[in-house]
Every structure is written in structure tokens, then in C-alpha cells.
């Protein structure tokens, strides 16, 4: 199973960016596919996930209906789009999966990360 991150980097406060996640090595567009992000000296906390065949789709507390996750069956990829961004969003995004139907709060399988930073 590979997951591979794209679309990070650096904005301001109050601008977008939009993740990409791709994955080879398992049926990915029947899987679970999460967003999990990390800061530094922080816990690790569940951004958003959907379900296969997008049957449910989660979103963390703080993302206060300024992130959309989705999915791109033709493409097999899942983004993350991120609208009006923090200083307190900045962290290492990671894509995640278990390679089934579910998402879980204990992925099995994770990407390298990726780097958001917002300056105010």
C-alpha cells in the first residue's frame, strides 16, 4: 500500500489550499481514505474522512465547515480542500487508510506528510 500527498505549502491567513492524496497497492476507490494532521509539540488529530463509495464522510471539530473532503473515482484520488486557513491549522498533513470500507481513528497505512503553513 503507497499513499502520496500533494497540493501543500505555504499561504496566508484566511487562504486556501487544496490536498491531494493518491494510492496504489490496494482497491482505493472502495477504501476508507482519511486526512490526519500533526504540529509540532501538538497531538496528532483526525481532520476529515470518507467513507467508501463516500457513504459517510467525517469532519474534525475545529474544521467548522472550512474543509471539503471528496473524492475523484476517475482520477483515484481524494482531496482535501482547505478555505480560510489559521496559523493554528499549520501542521504535517497525512493521508491515511486501512485499504477497506471504514474509516478508523488508528489508520494502518499513512503517507509521508505533507507541510501546511499559514502565517497571520
Known amino acids: 500500500v503507497q499513499l502520496v500527498e500533494s497540493g501543500g505549502g505555504s499561504v496566508q491567513s484566511g487562504g486556501s489550499l487544496r490536498l491531494s492524496c493518491s494510492g496504489s497497492?490496494?482497491?482505493?476507490?472502495?477504501?476508507?481514505i482519511g486526512w490526519f494532521r500533526q504540529a509540532p509539540g501538538k497531538e496528532r488529530e483526525r481532520v476529515a474522512c470518507?467513507?467508501?463509495?463516500?457513504?459517510?464522510?467525517f469532519y474534525g471539530d475545529f474544521v467548522k465547515g472550512r474543509f471539503t473532503i471528496s473524492r475523484d473515482q476517475s482520477q483515484k484520488m481524494v482531496h482535501l480542500q482547505m478555505n480560510n486557513l489559521q496559523p493554528e491549522d499549520t501542521a504535517t498533513y497525512y493521508c491515511t487508510t486501512d485499504a477497506w470500507a471504514h474509516c478508523s481513528l488508528t489508520p494502518q497505512y499513512w503517507g509521508q506528510g505533507i507541510q501546511v503553513t499559514v502565517s497571520s
Open positions: 497497492g490496494f482497491t482505493f476507490e472502495y477504501s476508507g
Open positions: 470518507i467513507y467508501s463509495n463516500d457513504a459517510h464522510i
